[in-house]
């Protein structure tokens, strides 16, 4: 009897953990394929179990997404490790999404990187539903033209020192753009003048300065899209629910990236804390200050049910957004102009007539100058926004089911915009390889014929850049300044093709490189 029933109780054991194994790999499998379920329809290349097209976006760059619109449509799946997003490539398609059903659209999707970076959540740029809605509301205000021709005299003086002796040398131009960026936004945001972009003479370099800008660069260039960011980070692109564990006990472990981020991001919100805790008091004190953060306190005072949502880790978030988004992006959309316009000497020439027939060079443009006096200058940011689109994804995620270009996406697919591909479409933008600012002359043929939706850097509908006016004003003024000092070659230093990383924003990989000659006027 015993005999017969130890001869069961090995078979059954057997079973029960043949079972238990199929039953963990179905539930890992319905785990990694959930999300893929409601969008299968949707055209796409074939995914790799995990990595799903992460190993395509390593090897091709954000070019892909041009490739694959071409292949499959304006609207396709890419799945970045498990999770598919759809691809939204087209300019028709983006006005549905960004306008006309914004209802559906109005949050952003948090990727593996952010979800990473406790620091880069609660910002305008991921927080979500009414929260959003209340603190865009009480922010807004701060960037009407009324108040950004204020900030202009600010950003002259930042520019003027910044520009002030480039001498005939060598220069690191990305790197001084981020300086001069970081600045401007630090003075408009915090009233603190961080005094990294004066000339290295005036420096007070005690290594605190030189620190920040190194977390500050590295906080944001890690923030990436590919299979190179820390341990959890990709941990959270293949198996989400493993990130937020790993990451808590990486960050202990010295030496591991997740640790050095970590670090990294605490010193900076830490440093960040302080000044906008010593703003608030001040601001108390000073109720006429016009900086960002005592504008926010403003706003949420004037703005029903805004004090709920500015606590005050919110007001260092949305403060350290807006050195982060305020700085990185405005300096390597600079950076790209003077690249673009030294290697197309055409262009140089008519940018500088423009700036010479502006009227003497100590003349400083007021807001309506800006806006009126330069169309030239106008299509050369325009193009060279396109030629290289910053932010060549816009992430959103739909709050219900709804039918986007004959699909209909079920509640929380991640919907993206592909503001790159919209920049490269041959349809809007004929030999779109070739930068040719005149593309964008109101008068011109190809200006007119284009979609009004066909460029668009800085996003669409209620959620689009609320930095856009600030960063042209700075762009326009910057460029101004440069100009009439300066003409650009490229440094013996600098690589061709131009090398980008792709990031959440795109970055240089090694920097752009030129030489300043100065004017003889
Ligand atoms: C060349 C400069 C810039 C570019 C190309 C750029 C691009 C963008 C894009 C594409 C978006 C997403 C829009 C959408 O979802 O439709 C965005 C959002 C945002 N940008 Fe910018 N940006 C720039 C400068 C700035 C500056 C200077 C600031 C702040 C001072 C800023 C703050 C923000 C914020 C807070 C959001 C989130 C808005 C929201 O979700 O409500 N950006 N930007």
């Given at each position: 009897m015993m005999e017969f029933l130890a001869n069961l109780v090995e078979p059954l054991l057997v079973l029960k953990i043949a079972l238990s194994i199929l039953v963990a790999a179905a539930g890992a499998l319905v785990y990694l394929y959930a999300p893929y379920w409601g969008v299968r329809r949707i055209p796409g290349p074939p995914a790799m179990p995990l990595v799903g097209h992460l190993p395509l976006l390593a090897e091709h760059g954000p070019e892909i997404f041009t490739t694959l619109a071409k292949r499959y449509g304006p609207i396709f799946r890419f799945h970045l490790g498990r999770q598919p997003l759809v691809i939204v490539a087209n300019a028709d398609l983006c006005r549905e999404v960004g306008i006309k059903k914004f209802k559906y659209f109005s949050n952003r999707s948090i990727p593996s990187p952010i979800a990473a970076s406790p620091v880069h959540q609660k910002g305008l740029f991921f927080t979500r539903g009414a929260r959003w809605s209340t603190m865009r509301n009480a922010i807004v205000s701060i960037y009407q033209p009324s108040h950004l021709a204020t900030l202009i005299p600010t950003m002259q003086d930042f520019i003027a020192s910044a520009t002030?002796?480039?001498?005939?040398?060598?220069?690191?131009?990305?790197?001084?753009?981020?300086?001069l960026a970081t600045d401007v936004i630090g003075k408009a945001a915090f009233g603190v003048d961080f005094g990294l972009s004066k000339p290295c003479s005036q420096r007070n370099e005690d290594g605190q300065v030189q620190e920040f800008i190194n977390q500050h660069v590295y906080s944001t260039s890690q923030v990436k899209m590919d299979l190179t960011g820390s341990f959890s980070i990709i941990l959270g692109a293949l198996i989400p629910f493993l990130q937020e564990p790993f990451r808590q006990i990486l960050k202990r472990i010295p030496g591991t990236m997740d640790w050095k981020l970590d670090r990294t991001n605490k010193e900076l919100s830490t440093r960040l804390d302080k000044i906008v805790q010593s703003r608030i008091k001040q601001a108390n004190a000073d109720p006429g200050s016009k900086d960002?953060?005592?504008?926010?306190?403003?706003?949420?005072d004037a703005e029903k049910g805004a004090n709920k949502a500015f606590t005050s880790d919110y007001i260092s978030a949305l403060a350290y957004e807006h050195l982060l988004a305020g700085s990185t992006t405005t300096s390597f959309t600079l950076s790209t102009i003077v690249y673009l316009v030294a290697g197309h000497p055409d262009v140089e020439k008519k940018v500088l007539e423009e700036i010479d027939g502006f009227g003497p060079h100590d003349l400083m443009p007021t807001a309506h100058d800006l806006q009126h006096k330069f169309p030239y200058l106008d299509q050369v940011i325009k193009e060279a926004m396109r030629f290289?689109?910053?932010s060549p994804l816009v992430a959103r995620e739909t709050s219900a089911e709804v039918n986007i270009g004959g699909y209909v996406l079920p509640k929380g697919t991640w919907v993206w915009l592909a503001l790159g591909v919209l920049a490269k479409d041959p349809e809007n933008f004929p030999e779109p390889e070739k930068f040719k600012p005149e593309r964008f002359d109101p008068e011109g043929e190809e200006?007119?014929?284009?979609?009004?939706y066909a460029h668009i850097p800085f996003g669409l509908g209620p959620r689009a850049c609320i930095g856009q006016k600030f960063s042209l004003q700075e762009l326009k003024l910057s460029l101004i300044h440069l100009y009439r000092k300066y003409m650009f070659t490229y440094s013996p230093l600098m690589?061709?093709?131009l090398q980008i990383d792709y990031g959440v924003v795109l970055n240089f990989r090694h920097g752009v490189k030129v030489r300043a000659i100065k004017r003889d006027v």
């Open positions: 002030e002796d480039l001498g005939s040398n060598d220069i690191a131009l990305s790197d001084l753009s981020l300086r960002f953060v005592s504008l926010i306190l403003g706003a949420r290289y689109t910053v200006e007119k014929r284009r979609h009004p690589e061709k093709p």
